[in-house]
């Protein structure tokens, strides 16, 4: 066991007025399983880059280990996976090699094929053996599900739960749930760290919060009515005051002495409420600043006129010779919530574009209703760029409604003068999914929308989808995500 000490830590990127971090500071042990958590674009990936030294900063950050990143950089993907993992880490043992890949159900022959020939699934499970090799080193492992299926995420998981030493990145709740044991968060104002797996951070971070929010709205009462009896005070000293130089009603002369110790005493009692009234107003201004803003998002589907949107009877999909997608049936319906599920390579996104109207060879029948508008979210994001303005006049969608999902998705003002190639992956995914959300059509197709994207707003997806239950058929390996959201499964 050794520490990771981080104090005082401040960056900000060349050209910026905002910090990303300032004057942070915290302990990581690393023998922990330690996920990191934060919403999209909070500095994440930056920090990973900042413990591996790529960028200066100021503060310090001391650590007894050396620090791997993962996914490593595989610059030529033709060279066999055993020189891959030789390059990663020349001194490996091979017989331990063999235990991890079996661990992680990789059988041997993949090392004696070409690295580019393995499914996104294998190349991470390999990336991850190679990795777990090394001694004295922390592993920095930033998003490695976004490339594995159900059943992939759920063996990984088991893996990484039978090691320690690493800091995991990943926005599944199940994956975290399943293999660390403390979190660390970028809040909004700070970052902290907690024992726990994530569902455990999570239900403690939404009871601090109900705890803030009621003890805001008791400060708020106090501050008003505190603020009116300041009010009253000051009034009530100015009339008494008043009465000095002036007589009493009897005609008698006025007892100044009398006064003056009565408006002294009223005096004093109006600085003691400003005083309560300034520790109410100090002690309000802490609270709330941590509390993530998840605005519900809305959708308004158009009503297509017959009940059935498209029907599949034994539908196989080819590319050449080759079936990629077996035989399958279904239909979908007005108000289906479908999540296309299977193994990676098992023909969804196939499908989907067959849906969508793209030529692709098939078997079987396939129906789909004339004029059915169809909004599609695709998996690549690497296609965008310019500023959102242009982006929304060439999508023809409303440019106000837009930036107003995205302001509702944790997007700052700031972000909106940007160009969108400069976005980290996960505010990417959003800009297509708040182009999807703005279009009117009668059908939302989702192809892994997720990947990339922050807790939070996964679960402002969600409660949209379960408060307006569109028509929408998705592919999605997060498993709560599925299970909470879907009304159908098609498992291929």
Known sequence: MSLINVTNLTFAYDGSYDNIFEKVSFQIDTDWKLGFTGRNGRGKTTFLNLLLGKYEYSGSISAKVSFEYFPFQVENKEENTIDIVDAIYPDYVHWELMRELSLLKVSEDVLYRPFGSLSNGEQTKVLLAALFLKENSFLLIDEPTNHLDMEARQLVSEYLNSKSGFILVSHDRAFLDNCVDHI?????????????????????????????????????????????????????????????????????????????????????????????????????????????????????????????????????????????????????????????????????????????????????????????????????????????????????????????????????????????????????????????????????????????IDVISRMQIEELLLEYKPTILFVEHDREFCQNVATKIIEL
């Open 184 to 452: 660390l968060s970028i809040n909004k104002t700070n970052v902290e760290i907690q024992s726990g797996n994530f569902s455990e951070w999570w239900e403690n971070k939404q009871r601090q919060d109900d705890f803030e929010l009621a003890e805001n709205e008791k400060l708020r009462k106090d501050v008003k009515r505190l603020s009116e009896a300041s009010k009253r005070t000051n009034s009530w000293s100015h009339e008494v005051e008043k009465t000095k130089n002036g007589t009493r009603n009897s005609g008698s002369k006025v007892d100044k002495g009398y006064i003056g110790h009565k408006a002294a005493k009223m005096m004093k009692r109006s600085k003691s409420i400003e005083q309560r009234q300034h520790s109410a107003m100090e002690e309000k201004s802490a609270l709330l600043k941590n509390i993530e803003s998840a605005e519900s998002l809305k959708i308004s589907q158009l009503v297509y006129h017959k009940h059935q949107l498209a029907e599949l009877e034994n539908v196989s999909i080819y590319y050449g010779e080759k079936q990629v997608c077996p035989p399958v049936s279904f239909t979908i319906e007005q108000g289906d919530r479908i999540a296309l599920s299977g193994k990676n390579g098992s023909g969804k996104s196939s499908l989907i574009k067959l849906i969508c109207g793209e030529n692709i060879d098939y078997t079987g029948t396939f129906r789909k209703g004339s004029q059915l508008k169809i909004s599609y979210v695709s998996q690549d994001t690497s296609h965008l760029q310019g500023n959102l303005t242009d982006y929304a006049r060439e999508n023809d969608i409303d440019e106000s409604l837009f930036k107003s999902i995205l302001r509702k998705l944790d997007f700052s003002r700031v972000q909106f003068e940007k160009d969108i190639s400069a976005y980290s992956g996960g505010q990417k995914k959003k800009v297509l999914l708040a182009k999807s959300l703005c279009e009117k059509v009668h059908l939302q197709i989702w192809d892994e929308p997720l990947n990339f």
